[in-house]
Structures are given as C-alpha cells and as structure tokens.
C-alpha cells in the first residue's frame, strides 16, 4: 500500500517560512518523480514544485520561482518543500504528488496523493 505522509504545515506571518515534508512508503520511492500542489479554497488544485527520480532536474510554477525549494532524500524517501518569502496568497492545503512521470506539472499526471497539510500565511 502507498503512503505519502506530509509534514510542517502551520502559520506563519508574510515574509516567513516554513519547510514542508512527505515521506513515501510502499514503493520504490526512487523509481517516481515527486512533486507538491496547492489548493485553496474554492480553488482547484495548483501545480507548485516537482523533482525528478533521483533529483536532478526540478521544476517550479512562475508564482513561487525564486522563493521556493523543492528536493528530495532518497535515503530517507523524503520530498522537501522549503519556502521562502512566504505571501497571503501562498495560503492553502498543500500536497504531496507521486507520479510515474519523471517531471511532474499536471494534476492528470499523479498517481499518488499525500493528505495535505495547511499552510496559512498572515499579513
């Protein structure tokens, strides 16, 4: 069975961070692209991040280019999500993706998903 288990959520105030976590479970956690999506109230579910099998290639959604960073320990069969310069609108349940796809940017793409974790940013 596969699990994706997130972590780190909270609240922070605009300008904050924080860094996300998702440990993977019950397949080869290096054979999959990884990735982190977003969804707000009353909003559909947003690409944010991904990286690829063993991490060489990423990939970021052009609202969190440059303040947001995705990796992976394969060691640990851990995706991190670090965020930086964190916004009000960067507010909403974030989760964690995995996908037989080595870059993952579509919703349609995943296979796994992790619960989510909330991520409330003050103003």
């Known amino acids: 069975q596969v699990r994706l288990v997130e972590s780190g959520g909270g609240l922070v105030q605009a300008g904050g961070s924080l860094e996300l976590s998702c440990t993977g479970s019950?397949?080869?956690?290096?054979?999959?692209?990884m990735g982190w999506f977003r969804q707000a109230p009353g909003k559909e579910r947003e690409f944010v991040a991904s990286?690829?099998?063993?991490?060489?290639?990423?990939s970021y959604a052009d609202s969190v280019k440059g303040r947001f960073t995705v990796s992976r320990d394969n060691r640990k069969n851990t995706l991190y999500l670090q965020m930086n310069r964190l916004r009000p609108d960067d507010t909403a349940a974030y989760f964690c993706?995995?996908?037989?796809?080595?870059?993952?940017?579509?919703?349609?793409?995943?296979?796994?998903w992790g619960q989510g974790t909330q991520v409330t940013v003050s103003s």
């Open positions: 990286v690829s099998p063993i991490g060489s290639m990423t």
């Open positions: 019950g397949r080869t956690f290096t054979s999959f692209g």
């Open positions: 993706a995995q996908s037989f796809y080595p870059q993952i940017e579509k919703y349609t793409q995943v296979d796994y």
